[in-house]
């Protein structure tokens, strides 16, 4: 129904930045929330921010407050995730993920899911 893209993903230094995209397509998507979630090695995944269907509403993990921030492009079709002060503990596979529901932060509200995108933040 939603097929997702991820990109931006890489290797950055700690206290820099990157900004990760996820790509949407389907007629559907723009009444889904979008999420971010992560998976570090060796941790079950985990959710990091998401953003309303209409873009008005976010939410954040505690570990997310004050250095990321999500947002949706002015088509409409795109979410970034701006992440700033990066630090080694944020090194994980990012997952873009939409839901149904018209704010989730559950992953088991998530239906869509991309393939992923890998962070490193080195020392």
């Known amino acids: 129904q939603v097929q997702l893209v991820e990109s931006g993903g890489g290797l950055v230094q700690a206290g820099g930045s990157l900004r990760l995209s996820c790509a949407a397509s389907g007629r559907t998507f723009s009444t889904y929330s979008t999420g971010w979630f992560r998976q570090a090695p060796g941790k079950e995944r985990e959710f990091v921010v998401v953003i309303s269907r209409s873009g008005r509403s976010t939410g954040y993990a505690d570990s997310a407050k004050g250095r990321f921030a999500i947002s949706r492009g002015n088509a409409k079709n795109t979410v970034y995730l701006q992440m700033n002060s990066l630090k080694p503990e944020d090194t994980a596979v990012y997952y873009c993920?939409?839901?149904?529901?018209?704010?989730?932060?559950?992953?088991?509200?998530?239906?869509?899911w991309g393939q992923g995108t890998q962070v490193t933040v080195s020392s």
């Open positions: 993920a939409a839901s149904p529901r018209g704010f989730a932060t559950r992953e088991q509200d998530f239906d869509s």
